[in-house]
């Protein structure tokens, strides 16, 4: 984007992945150029490296950049501004689309298979992934109150599996804890996960390898799993959601739904319309969200509603944790909504990793 | 545990320690094997390699494991279930049993110990410790509101040593901070503790050292304080307790109670009983306590009992902080409970640290 | 301070900088000396040396620490005492005072510029730093909800720069991200920031860089924006109030208000003073803040009033949070106030970093 596109936002609808990234593109925004795949892998061999380091700390970060301190403004300027432009910049893959399911006897159907993948987590940045049906996070999964569900999961990674319903009150023997639960899901085997979805067990929830989970999960064996209410009044109403999956493992880094800046898709608005995002957290470290231009009012933890909502500019969310937040899309614009720790989201050369925006049309 | 046990899952006092682990792991689980020491061994290594090298990154973790790929399925599930079913594994010594007081003219006087220790964190797995009363966490205190009472600390460390009651409203002479509100106790001194324990203070409280307080208290100069409330009717009520210190020092590791998975211990409930779990934080990463199965509800905070008790399946516990959450045993079988930052809790080669679970009986 | 320095607290002002440290030295506590000004180097160094390596391991920390295990119990206390003694330590400049304004025609117009400065965060420690007005923190902007404000940037940087009021709702364009809302600031430009204030906006924002920001925002360009409501008696009431801004960045490592311990300054209030502390967390890492002695009512998160307010003794805040919390000064004392994820505070040789105390005079 150009400063001068902020005056006309670009129009973009939740799923524009299913439209293809080169129409979303189109829709507004200015498509990624050489430069800006060189700035954008540059940033990324920094956040890389930084990680690899010492996540958190300023100091290594600041340091281990020093290389570049001889850049001038503008030299420093154009690289930023270049990345910016690029966004969104196209990549091959979009995770987290609704999973299709099978109605049988009354038993929504879902069927996941696990792949060893190469995921272009940022333009012409690839990472050896897992995935669940080749995408990263794995298709969504989306049911509601008093649905039962059946979940084929098909292994065809070189390691055992077993899936993990993270936040969903189910049989044990269907709790996805090898040797404890289950025997593992072997290579070439399918299991199949069987059971209901209670009442009063909505809201945001995930799904994830729990076998090696410190590889598997973070290679990208992830995704959300969404429990609608049966009687959609007993939570708040929104007009429009956004599901962000966070992570900050082997696949892209720092990532917002398995994709970095400036490969993350911006979220688009109405003027007046109600948002909710869903954040999770997949990854191993904290990460506060900050929105700009407007806060988030926090209504639901882990699912659970909240009896008393409350309002924050910065979300942090935790490891395996989940936040529901509703924003009042109350001010016209394209505003920044990042991580606030900022060596997850800036480097010398520019932003990577957990940056999006919001945008609210007028 | 092999799987079948989880359908005859064993039954366990929260004491079980006071039983001899012996008895304990006779009680219906596998004791450990040659293989299962040595699984755990490794496990804890890597462990302890991840952390010097950088505790939040997946990156760093799953790359120091890379030796390990080559592992076939078979191979790695072996590893797995080998270190479950030695769970839990016996080790030498259990920290956090109750302190013994003498009533002396009404005043409850407890007596400590500080000594250097070798401490067995996991099976085999040894670790130059300084422990209260020669256990690591040191014993429990646990006192009621409007007590009395002195505690009487003896250094025998080659270091000065101070002990701060984290969470309690003392007298300043009694903070336990050497050269704002004492001198430090020198090695071959005692010092002597008196304070009345306020009304209002009832709640989940710690003790440990505050000098030299980095290497101290990673090295095990820790316990629990529990402060019972004079009226028991002023907090909500449960059947069971369970108190889980959380650490990630130079002591076992990422280790609850000072033992590292599986050497940990398993908590134990019948079904329909309400158990209360008093999280501590005596580490220095934040720990997100994930219980599969069934929620928890967050009823207090340091101590302080919430007006707007919250659910969540995934409670983060912050260095220094503690919160106290009552489970609702609904859902009977075993359940895995874990810090959820998952390479504090499973390598490659299986799980280890900060690892247990949650038995519900029928 | 000596232990006897306890019975006699000393009487600070909420700006006791500007006073002269001088005069609130001899207001009570005793002088650093060479011998505290050795030891506060030292612990700066291991201080940094912890940060580099991996920041929240207290394995690290020990382990690094490794060279002085050999001293004996008399010299590490008194290296302890002699850092305690030299508290508060005069260092050069002071940040977070009162930024001035000047009416034009009905709008507030204060006046930042940006500069590259050497900051003393501690006794004869400097860092090359980025700060507003010449001082780390910048200083505090304080403005009614209601006001129009115009903020004039100058930038004396090598860098282009752009300042973002982190909390406050703003036009889009007066966002401060560069190639987003506006241009970048490039060195040697003024940049113009207007905007009202709105109803609402009441609390505790900050200031800071929104360009090359992990760089900038670590190496100081950060302050503190407080909103104090149109109306008074829609916050809780307090008697006098105090700005701690956290940060572990390039500047001072681990410190508030741009100052590591024995540099930072002590919070006084008398006995039965109600003291509002803001806690502004403009680091990458949370900070886990305790407060010895009584507990801190939390009233506020980002700004945002809480339906219910909650009470701790460690408030952990993340970056970009930022928490308002009431402390009833009902203990006499002199209190220890710091991070507790404890290597952060203390190492080997003494007390470092983010560490003060709160005073209540009787």
Redesign the interface.
Known sequence: ???ED?QKPVSRRRFAGLLGLASASAAGAVLTTGAGRASLSANAEEA?AG?????????????S?GGTAEMT??E??AM??AG??SFPAPTSGLGGQPLEYELVDGVKVFKLTCDPVSWEYAPGQFADAFAYNGVVPGPEIRVTEGDTIRVLVTNNL???TAV?F??L?????M?G????????I??GETFTYEFPIRDGNAGSHMYHS??????Q???GLLGSFVVEPKDPSTRPPFDVEYTMVLN???IG?YSLNGKSFPATQPISVKLGQRLLIRFLNE????H?M?L????MTVIA????L???P?????V?V????RYEAIVEAT??????FHC????H????KGMFGMVT?LIVNE
Chains 1, 2, 3 share one sequence.
Request: proline share 11%; charged share 20%; net charge negative.
């Open positions: 984007m150009t400063p902020i890389m990680m690899s380091d010492s996540d958190h700390t300023a100091t290594t970060s600041t340091a950049t403004a503008d420093m300027d930023h501004e910016i432009k070189p390691q055992s993990h993270h936040g009150v189910v049989p044990n023997a709790d804890v090898p040797f404890i639960t289950q025997p593992p072997k290579p729990h076998h090696n989970s410190t590889e999960v973070t290679k900050d493992g082997a880094g990854g191993q470290m904290i506060p900050h700009h231009g407007m806060p933890e882990d699912g659970y909240l009896e008393r409350y309002k924050r500019d910065t942090m935790e490891p395996g944790a001010e016209p614009g394209t505003w920044a606030h720790v900022l060596s989201a800036e480097g010398q925006v």
